[in-house]
Nanobody
């Protein structure tokens, strides 16, 4: 069973930065895609950013130019660098990993709060 552990969330002021980490149990080479999702209160979970095993990335329009997803295969970890944070980025952020299309595992989530 895949275990994904997120960390790095917290409280940050608008305009600030945070880096989220998602550590996987075992090699991340077996995942065809890994992604970060977020869910704000009263809203549906949405894709924030994803990275394939080949290194291709895609981002939600709302975070393009501010967030960067990356992976460190040696550490079995995927990161989400978040800059210029806005209050509307406040949400629980979840890591997802798929070994086959449409079948993914989830982490427990990490809270990100952007507030002054």
């Amino acid at each position: 069973q895949v275990q994904l552990v997120e960390s790095g969330g917290g409280l940050v002021q608008p305009g600030g930065s945070l880096r989220l980490s998602c550590a996987a149990s075992g090699s991340i080479f077996r995942f065809i895609v890994m992604g970060w999702y977020r869910q704000a209160p009263g809203k549906q979970r949405e894709l924030v950013a994803a990275i394939t095993s080949g290194g291709s990335t895609n981002y939600a329009d709302s975070v393009k130019g501010r967030f960067t997803i990356s992976r460190d295969n040696a550490k079995n970890t995927v990161y989400l660098q978040m800059k210029s944070l806005k209050p509307e980025d406040t949400a629980v952020y979840y890591c997802n990993a798929e070994q086959e299309p449409g079948v993914g595992d989830w982490g427990q989530g990490t809270q990100v709060t952007v507030s002054s």
